[in-house]
């Protein structure tokens, strides 16, 4: 069974910084696009950054100039750079892998990370 694991998270004053990595807990053959989302209480989880094998990112208008996202393909692994923090990126944050597939020919599936808790105080 393939697993997400995170690491990175904490509490941080506002404009500190917080870098949160994600792995996959095996061998895998292929995986098309990693990502991170976030989910505040009360609120819907949302996109925050994604990013493909080929290196093409996208990020949430929310923290553009302020996280980066990278991806080593060789050991399947995926970085949030969190710069600039502020109060209002406080959420639980969840790693996401996008058609993962664990031998070559089987269809991909998406796994999900248990998440991490990021709280920024002001």
């Known amino acids: 069974q393939v697993q997400l694991v995170e690491s990175g998270g904490g509490l941080v004053q506002a404009g500190g910084s917080l870098r949160l990595s994600c792995g996959v807990s095996?061998?895998?053959?292929?995986?098309?696009?990693m990502a991170w989302y976030r989910q505040a209480p009360g609120l819907q989880r949302e996109l925050v950054a994604k990013i493909s094998t080929y290196g093409n990112t996208n990020y949430a208008d929310s923290v553009k100039g302020r996280f980066t996202i990278s991806m080593d393909n060789a050991k399947n692994t995926v970085h949030l750079q969190m710069n600039s923090l502020k109060p209002e990126d406080t959420a639980v944050y969840y790693c996401?892998?996008?058609?993962?597939?664990?031998?070559?020919?089987?269809?991909?599936?998406?796994?999900w990370g248990q998440g991490t808790q990021v709280t920024v105080s002001s």
């Open positions: 095996e061998s895998i053959v292929s995986v098309n696009v």
């Open positions: 996401k892998a996008e058609s993962v597939r664990v031998r070559i020919g089987t269809r991909g599936f998406d796994y």
